[in-house]
T-cell receptor
Framework: AQSVAQPEDQVNVAEGNPLTVKCTYS??????LFWYVQYPNRGLQFLLK????DNLVKGSYGFEAEFNKSQTSFHLKKPSALVSDSALYFC??????????????WGAGTKLIIKP | KAGVTQTPRYLIKTRGQQVTLSCSPI?????VSWYQQTPGQGLQFLFE???????NKGNFPGRFSGRQFSNSRSEMNVSTLELGDSALYLC??????????????FGPGTRLTVL
């Protein structure tokens, strides 16, 4: 069965330190991968996506993610965390042959807390 | 470009009542999807509409229904509300359906509380 795992419910990082939010997946073929962020009392905002090409993808707010096919991972990273990065982060995966959002698989979300 | 708007932002209803939520997508976007977000279940897909046609429906009872109008605005309706329907309902639009690489643009959500 196709699935997405965000193994950490919560990640705590000190401001200024690098951060990583993990995402692993189980999808056949070469998946499309997405990261979204949700700030308190807000909807989700698109951060970045991997479709094809360079395994390192750069997105909004200084975030980047690396697609690792052998480890079936798409971890979200930022070199220097800001307190304003504190939010809920979602990874989502889709089989490219499945074009409906019904078939978009969402992770459970990881709460990122950046401490001053 | 204005973002996705959802109205109302907050609703309080009692069990047995019905509710209608509204979503206006980004101008030019013809694909609208609805999601239910709860702390325990995460993000659950409700429906997807494109050009007034429902493309898919998630695993929700028939009390949950929706529609899309010719201007791409969408509504969802929940009848005979239950306590478990309390959630944040999110609407998302994208520029077209059938493009699996397109990201979605989400509205702020409607927070529904059922008492």
């Amino acid at each position: 069965a196709q699935s997405v795992a965000q193994p950490e419910d919560q990640v705590n990082v000190a401001e200024g330190n690098p951060l990583t939010v993990k995402c692993t997946y189980s999808v056949s073929g070469n998946p499309y991968l997405f990261w979204y962020v949700q700030y308190p009392n807000r909807g989700l905002q698109f951060l970045l996506k991997y479709i094809t090409g360079d395994n390192l993808v750069k997105g909004s707010y200084g975030f980047e993610a690396e697609f690792n096919k052998s480890q079936t991972s798409f971890h979200l990273k930022k070199p220097s965390a800001l307190v304003s990065d504190s939010a809920l982060y979602f990874c989502a995966v889709r089989d490219p042959n499945m074009d409906s959002n019904y078939q978009l698989i969402w992770g459970a979300g990881t709460k990122l807390i950046i401490k001053p | 470009k204005a973002g996705v708007t959802q109205t109302p932002r907050y609703l309080i209803k009692t069990r047995g009542q019905q509710v209608t939520l509204s979503c206006s997508p980004i101008s030019g976007h013809r694909s609208v999807s609805w999601y239910q977000q709860t702390p325990g279940q995460g993000l659950q897909f409700l429906f997807e509409y494109f050009s007034e046609t429902q493309r898919n429906k998630g695993n929700f009872p028939g009390r949950f229904s929706g529609r899309q109008f010719s201007n791409s605005r969408s509504e969802m309706n929940v009848s005979t509300l239950e306590l478990g329907d309390s959630a944040l309902y999110l609407c998302a639009s994208s520029s077209r359906s059938g493009s699996s690489y397109n990201e979605q643009f989400f509205g702020p959500g409607t927070r529904l509380t059922v008492l």
